[in-house]
């Protein structure tokens, strides 16, 4: 039975994500960048993806075959309660990657079993892309346009009003992904996703409240389309090296605990909004719609508080508003499942928190209707906010 029959109203999942094919990164990728861009070899019964020449660890298992079984890390993932496991004794997994994880037509019936009527879809390995190739922008750039074109051909950027998969835009090259913007929407897109970091250029890496990428948020505002910063490579393992990490991002790693896995999950965020509002872009882009997805919402009080300082320190000389009523205007937030939702509306109000699931990964809620569980202090009408009207508000036209 369906899961909309326990909880009343369809529900719109603000966080799933597919398991892309072997070619996601080549089919459409031009031979001129087939040694620079991302490639895949057979090692024995491994297969192993390169960047340029070099071995990328970002996803271990880039066939996804075997793969875990959905919501099977879930509390690992949230670390509540002592499990003191090392993680592969505790994740499930199946054998071959199931249709539902590759493409829209079985999506769209797991949806109708779980009550879902609408769902953003995001990449898995795509999220390695840019820094795995940050010392050749321009592979990087052909690279995205190419994973960009499979994402169309696979899952289309709106599938029957449903699902809607949000195409990635790197900031490296501003005027390419002003085209990539307008490309993406002309083909449906309703929803674009960024990585939350500094971005790389050719000449240093820029904050992306730089005013040079102006030209890339009035391309979204004009279209209409939300930004989600979604939890990806960031480029932050540069600094958990000097801390004496392994220099190389490696999300699922499995061995002693690092540095890098204290922070690799708020900091990145904070920083991007962060830049977001002191560098200026919310006041130049007032249209301008961003959310945080798979982030948490730890970094969010921390943020409030600094650039609530800030504000009180040097007032109308760095802002135009207290910063808050920025973020209460044009930033939604997806919290993990283990976060404070009631400090999260109090801080920027019920209608900007978003629920995601995170569905099929291992630290997903396997039945995402659960979610609702984790609102039990909020009233009914809040309650269908945060589990469907938000994601309508944050891309409109998306659920008729």
């Known amino acids: 039975m369906s899961r909309k029959h326990d909880i009343g109203f369809e529900l719109c999942?603000?966080?799933?994500?597919y398991y892309e094919t072997i070619d996601a990164c080549t089919r459409h990728l031009p031979s001129a960048?087939?040694?620079?861009?991302?490639?895949?070899v057979s090692k024995g019964k491994r297969t192993l993806c390169l960047a340029g020449e070099k071995v990328l660890h970002f996803i271990p298992n880039p066939t996804f075959e075997p793969i875990a079984v959905p919501g099977s890390g879930d509390q690992y993932y949230r670390g509540q309660r002592p499990m003191h496991k090392p993680l592969k004794e505790i994740i499930e997994l199946e054998e071959s990657c199931r249709s539902e994880y590759r493409n829209p037509?079985?999506?769209?019936?797991?949806?109708?079993?779980?009550?879902?009527?609408?769902?953003?879809?995001?990449p898995t390995f795509g999220y390695g892309i840019e820094e795995a190739l940050?010392?050749?922008?321009?592979a990087m750039v052909a690279t995205v346009r190419a994973f960009n074109r499979w994402l169309l051909d696979d899952w289309s950027f709106c599938y029957e009003g449903r699902l809607f998969a949000a195409p990635l835009i790197t900031l490296s090259d501003p005027a390419a992904a002003v085209e990539e913007v307008e490309w993406a929407v002309q083909h449906g897109a309703r929803i674009v996703t960024i990585r939350p970091a500094p971005a790389i250029c050719a000449d240093k890496r820029r904050s992306p409240g730089d005013p040079i990428f102006d030209p890339v948020w009035a391309a979204i505002a004009e279209a209409d389309v939300g930004v989600a910063f979604h939890i990806a490579d960031s480029g932050y393992q540069r600094y958990a090296a000097d801390?004496?990490?392994?220099?190389?991002?490696?999300?699922?790693a499995r061995g002693n605990m690092t540095m890098g896995k204290l922070y690799y999950q708020e900091r990145p965020i904070f920083d991007t909004i962060a830049a977001l509002v002191v560098h200026g872009v919310f006041r130049r882009h007032p249209t301008l719609r961003v959310a945080s997805i798979e982030n948490g919402a730890l970094w969010l009080p921390l943020l409030v508080k600094k650039l609530t300082k800030a504000f009180n320190q040097q007032g109308n000389q760095a802002f135009c508003e207290p910063?808050?009523?920025?973020?209460?205007r044009h930033l939604w937030v997806s919290p993990y499942a283990e976060d404070d939702f009631e400090e999260v509306a109090e801080l920027i109000g019920v209608d900007r928190i978003l629920f995601g699931s995170d569905w099929p990964h291992a630290e997903c809620l396997a039945?995402?209707?659960?979610?609702?569980?984790?609102l039990e202090h909020f009233g009914e009408e809040d309650v269908e906010k945060i589990m469907s009207r938000n994601f309508r508000m944050f891309a409109p036209l998306t659920v008729s």
């Open 243 to 252: 801390w004496g990490d392994d220099p190389e991002f490696r999300p699922i």
């Open 323 to 328: 910063p808050i009523e920025t973020l209460r």
């Open 134 to 138: 940050a010392n050749d922008i321009e």
């Open 367 to 374: 039945e995402p209707a659960e979610y609702a569980s984790l």
């Open 105 to 122: 037509v079985d999506r769209v019936r797991v949806l109708d079993e779980q009550g879902i009527e609408a769902a953003f879809l995001f």
């Open 13 to 17: 999942d603000a966080d799933n994500h």
């Open 33 to 40: 960048y087939a040694h620079r861009g991302i490639q895949f």
